[in-house]
């Protein structure tokens, strides 16, 4: 603790400003050391409501947008029922305040986030370190650092993420809560103002891809197969001391540029985490990516069922958001990296193509039977050949 106290004192006389304040992740740093055994997640939420503040008025929510979204979400919720033929069960939408929303979100990906400290801080062998001490002591540096590390990155994460979000499932990530979908509507709002798209339809939008995730992710063998996919992704990384070692030591310290160097150096979180990717998590992938797939694919095809003919300017709020959630934040890019998300344009024309390429082949209605029960769920192959996943599933039950 002293040699890092030590080291910050020292980058300060060099640069008064701090150098880094700019990293999207790391320029809270110091709360960590001045927390003083304070529980991390708590620690996690601070950092979360000053990025927040700091970059927004996190205003209430008027009341004229809550009272509209109590109606809306009946209807969204009505539609969604009917075209997908499955139980939305009983839940109320809310509309949140950005904070409310960063707390309630890091308490729900806290066990992913845990999952993923005790990856990064799982003790190896002494002989690992092959008698190297340099090594031995980037290795149990990582091992203080890495809880302390994590919070403040889930902190400053889901302090971005609020300040863009609209709902709980931008990322689509299984949060069943008790307390109802939350759906932030000042954010809603500000987008509306900057596409100059109407509030009304916005809200009914946000609705309607809300109970969709939510309705898909209330069935249990699906909401238990994408946690179980997250969790034994996030406990594979593996811890790499010397990913940090090597990145300090590619460093010229005696260099007028050597600030600048190490701000660029320590600003990729997965070096500063010491996560790298295992060949355990390179395995899980083709199954997260063809869940997430099918899972987005079929959203997608719901929301235009029903928003072509509800909402009357469904093209351009769906062309908005397309773009948007394609053109995302490197913070949002971290996450997804972090948790084996692919979330790009082509993750999503391949679940596209399977739904469609599903409908084409038989009729909307085959597509409940993706929901029917485990088996029923397409390998990946067969998101890529739909005309083999409606064989399958058409051959007589032998068991």
Not at 45 to 55: C, F, R, W
Not at 357 to 386: C, H, M, Q, Y
Request: charged fraction near 20%; include cysteine; aromatic fraction near 8%.
């Amino acid at each position: 603790m002293d040699e890092i106290r030590s080291f910050t004192v020292k980058v300060r006389i060099m640069d008064n400003d701090n150098p880094f304040g700019e990293m999207p992740f790391f320029g809270d740093f110091e709360k960590l050391f001045n927390s003083g055994g304070q529980d991390p997640w708590a620690t996690a939420k601070q950092i979360a409501i000053q990025l927040v503040a700091s970059e927004n008025v996190d205003s209430n929510v008027d009341p004229s947008h809550r009272i509209l979204l109590e109606e809306l979400s009946r209807i969204a919720q009505l539609h969604v029922s009917e075209a997908t033929s499955l139980s939305t069960g009983n839940i109320s939408v809310q509309a949140v305040t950005r904070t409310e929303w960063a707390h309630k979100t890091i308490d729900a990906y806290k066990p992913l986030f845990e999952s993923l400290t005790e990856a990064l801080t799982r003790k190896k062998e002494e002989d690992a370190f092959g008698g190297d001490p340099l090594h031995a002591m980037f290795g149990q540096m990582m091992q203080f650092l890495g809880p302390m590390m994590l919070s403040m990155t889930a902190g400053s994460m889901v302090g971005h993420l609020a300040q863009r979000s609209f709902g709980q499932f931008d990322l689509p990530i299984p949060r069943l809560s008790e307390d109802g979908i939350q759906i932030i509507t000042n954010n809603i709002n500000d987008f509306g103002k900057e596409w100059s798209l109407s509030i009304d339809e916005l809200l009914l939008w946000v609705c309607l891809h809300q109970f969709c995730f939510h309705t898909v992710f209330r069935i249990r063998h699906v909401q238990e197969n994408v946690t179980n996919l997250l969790f034994d992704y996030v406990s594979g990384f593996e811890n790499n001391p010397s990913g940090l070692e090597e990145k300090l030591q590619e460093i010229d310290m005696n260099s007028p540029s050597a600030l600048e160097d190490l701000q660029r150096s320590l600003g990729s979180p997965e070096v500063i985490l010491g996560a790298i990717q295992s060949q355990e998590q390179l395995n899980l992938l083709p199954e997260l990516n063809a869940v997430i797939a099918v899972i987005v694919g079929y959203v997608d095809y719901i929301m235009d069922s029903i928003g072509v003919g509800l909402i009357g300017s469904y093209s351009q709020i769906t062309e908005a958001m397309r773009r948007l959630r394609v053109e995302a934040d490197p913070s949002d890019r971290f996450i997804e990296r972090m948790l084996g998300l692919e979330l790009t344009q082509a993750q999503y024309d391949r679940g596209s193509l399977f739904i469609h390429g599903v409908v084409e082949r038989s009729n909307a209605n085959e597509l409940i039977r993706l929901w029917n029960e485990p088996k029923n769920f397409p390998t990946p192959n067969e998101v890529d050949a739909p005309g083999l996943w409606l064989a399958r599933i058409d051959l007589p039950d032998v068991s």
